[in-house]
């Protein structure tokens, strides 16, 4: 049923219907990594980036570890969200260092480069 719940929410959310995605994830009796990477994803898609991370704060209080995936579903939400605070400058949220050495290594390692300093601006300090 999982494995349902998930094709369904990354359906409706990649179809247009956010809120249906939403309602079948509200509606999920069991919800792994994969599930509320899809709706934070979903979110990010949509524009909702600030949803996207109160998203990603409620799996942290609901004890799912996040994974890369997750991490890279955050980025995308940092081009549609004021996240001031929340990675870098924030290091008291629980996932802060992690999220921060995640994209660290997503800027290392592709060309985003310049999409991590456009989207997420002085949030972001990179040596060169």
């Known amino acids: 049923m999982v494995s349902l719940n998930n094709a369904l ?16 994830f509200k509606n999920a009796k069991y919800k ?3 599930t509320w990477t899809t709706m934070i994803a979903g979110l990010a898609l949509h524009g909702l980036g600030r949803q996207a991370l109160d998203m990603f704060a409620q799996m942290e209080r ?12 955050i980025l995308s939400a940092c081009s549609h969200a ?3 605070g929340f990675i870098a400058g924030d290091k008291s949220h629980s996932e802060g260092d992690r999220i921060y050495e995640v ?4 800027f290392r390692q592709s060309k985003l480069a310049g999409r991590l300093q456009q989207d997420c601006g002085e949030l972001l300090e990179f040596d060169e």
């Open 9 to 24: 929410i990354d359906m409706y959310a990649k179809s247009g219907h956010i809120r249906k995605a939403l309602q079948v």
């Open 62 to 73: 609901a004890k799912i570890a996040p994974n890369d995936i997750t991490f890279i579903a």
């Open 82 to 84: 004021p996240v001031h």
């Open 103 to 106: 994209l660290y290594k997503l």
């Open 32 to 34: 792994t990594v994969i």
